[in-house]
């Protein structure tokens, strides 16, 4: 498991070959960390974190892909309202001191996009999408932050079909571990929240009104590291990554990652596992699309 963040990873080339807990190596991880950093932020409302989430776009509408009860179960509620004072923060950049990014919900420049509200809190189907429209902070998360495109991915993500032979990863920020400053940097309180990203695998999928599921696991047998609760990351993504081996050379390396899911929910399976529950690629690249499509449409 790593939280660095460097430059994304070039398209690497050799063959594909199956993921072994021997391969894991730091600097593997670091890269494909680095891959995956510049699409995922942190959630932030009233100075705490309620969720994760990742840019994407489709067509020129760009956004935060989520799940729909970090959006609308978060105490206090957001205030959509025109002539809102509310805003909503986001964590965009590593070790942010200076500023935060923040949206100001009552001018017009968000929209949600309700895509499935959950019929059991367990099984959702809980997914939403915050349009950002065009404005200085878009034009400021752009020139930042990447958004990864579902459009052009949308025939790919139909195709897949995901077992618990492929390698995967989650990414989001974590509530637990924060820490808290006063007075630091000129600021009365400074609250510091961890990204994460780590692999894991799919260990069973399902089927809810229409929404394809899957658990992917969480193991502290091998890494007793991870955080114990992943409060904090419901919304924040699941992605497929494809290994390549160099056959003169053996080194590992990866293709670029594939968003593949949105985590929405936990369940603590025994005292050494948990799963994390996440929407899957049909959620995605049909309910998902078809939605943010069909208000464009109107």
Known sequence: MSRERKECSKEAAGKIIPLQQSDVSEDLVNSISSSIYPFVVGLIHRDDLIGSGTLVRLGDRRGILTAYHVIHDVVPRFDFRAGS??????????????????????????????????????????????????????????????????????????????????????????????????????????????????????????????????????????????????????????????????????????????????IFYQEQISDTRKILRCHLTNSVYRHAIDAIAQIEAQ
């Open 85 to 262: 004072q509310d805003f909503l923060g986001l964590i965009i950049l590593s070790h942010e001191r200076a500023h935060r990014f923040e949206i100001p919900l009552g001018v017009g420049v968000t929209t949600i996009v309700d895509i499935a509200k959950p019929t059991v809190e367990e099984l959702g189907p809980d997914l939403a999408f915050i349009e950002i429209k065009p404005s200085h902070h878009l034009d400021q998360l752009d020139a930042c932050r990447d958004f990864f495109n579902l459009g052009v991915n949308r025939e790919k993500g139909l195709r897949m079909d995901l077992s618990e032979k492929d390698p995967m990863v989650i990414s989001g920020f974590c509530h637990e571990g924060h820490t808290t400053e006063i007075d630091k940097d000129g600021f009365s309180l400074v609250k510091g929240f961890k990204g994460f990203a780590g692999f894991t695998g799919i260990e069973n999928r399902r089927e809810h009104a229409n929404y394809d599921l899957c658990d992917v696991g969480v193991d502290y047998s091998l890494d007793d590291g991870l955080p114990k609760s992943f409060g904090g990351y419901s919304g924040g993504g699941l992605w497929h990554i494809v290994l390549t081996k160099d056959e003169i050379t053996g080194k590992l390396d990866h293709r670029s990652p594939m968003f593949a899911g949105v």
